[in-house]
């Protein structure tokens, strides 16, 4: 008979990981050549600042 999920989970993976995989946060940067050349035009990055509407 195979192990119940929560068995399968509980083996493969302990709490101490779990706590800092759900704290994680992945960021890149995309220097390829199809990102550099292509796709610039028409992806936008955010702005550094927040935008201001004149009063």
Request: glycine share 0%; hydrophobic share 25%; net charge neutral.
């Amino acid at each position: 008979m195979p192990p119940s999920k929560e068995t399968a989970a509980h083996e493969c993976v302990s709490e101490d990981a779990l706590q800092h995989l759900k704290s994680y946060k992945y960021s890149s940067v995309d220097k390829s050549f199809i990102s550099r050349y292509i796709l610039k035009h028409y992806v936008r990055a955010p702005p550094d600042e927040p935008h201001r509407h004149p009063d």
